[in-house]
């Protein structure tokens, strides 16, 4: 079933690539997420220059193109490397949307719905970990930049084990740091103690759109 490769990588892509945050935030307010705060179209831009009710519905459409594409891989073919190739698709077409101009999001929940469609216990478990950071911090990127490597460890710790599948481990490191990467200028920031907290960080953008967008 070699053409499942190409075919789940389109697949994931193109779900991927559907800008769930500037459509929210046309829809809501009129306005291009992508030039206020972070300059980003994930949940938590959204969250700052649009609000509550529709960051949460941008988070679930992130979540969805996740999710998505491994459950339908995961019908089609029994490779679990299908399903790797297909979620690691759909965080490149978040990250990088072809019908945008490439410029996304970071793929923070479209990463944790494909974990989350890989081994749900294993996503679901991550959880409190992740509401605790934000929770003490009050800074979501530190749920972002934590997670990550937590779920590159669980996930590679139970394919020792023979829980799940090699392919899971490697999507989740792979996953994790591109997430770190494309973080480098929040954890910059977090180091320096000048990252956003909550409630903050949604003013209209000056100058050019971020160097990774």
């Known amino acids: ?59 679930a459409a992130d979540l969805a193109k996740g999710v998505l594409p491994v459950l339908v891989a995961r019908l089609v073919s029994d490779d679990p ?25 970071r793929g923070v929940a479209t990463s944790y719905g494909v974990a989350l469609a890989m081994n749900p216990i294993a996503a679901l478990v991550l959880l409190p970990a992740a509401a605790g950071l934000v929770a003490v911090t009050r800074i979501m990127s530190t749920m972002s930049v934590g997670l990550a490597p937590l779920l590159a460890v669980l996930f590679v710790v139970l394919a020792v084990m023979g829980i799940h599948p090699w392919a899971y481990a490697v999507y989740g490191v792979i996953a994790a740091a591109l997430l770190l990467v494309l973080h480098r200028e929040n954890l910059r920031r977090l180091l320096a103690g000048t990252e956003p907290k909550l409630g903050q960080g949604g003013e209209l953008r000056e100058g050019p759109p971020p160097a990774d967008s």
Request: proline residues 4%.
């Open 81 to 105: 490397y299908v399903q790797t190739v297909a979620g690691l698709a759909a965080i490149a077409g978040h990250d990088w949307p072809v019908y945008v101009g490439f410029r996304g999001g």
């Open 1 to 59: 079933m070699w053409w499942a490769f190409p075919a789940f990588a389109a697949l994931g892509y193109l779900l991927g690539s559907i800008p769930s945050g500037l459509i929210v935030g046309r829809l809501a307010r009129g306005i291009d997420v992508r030039e206020h705060g972070s300059g980003k179209t994930g949940f938590t831009n959204v969250l700052r220059t649009v609000g509550l009710r529709w960051g949460v519905l941008v988070l």
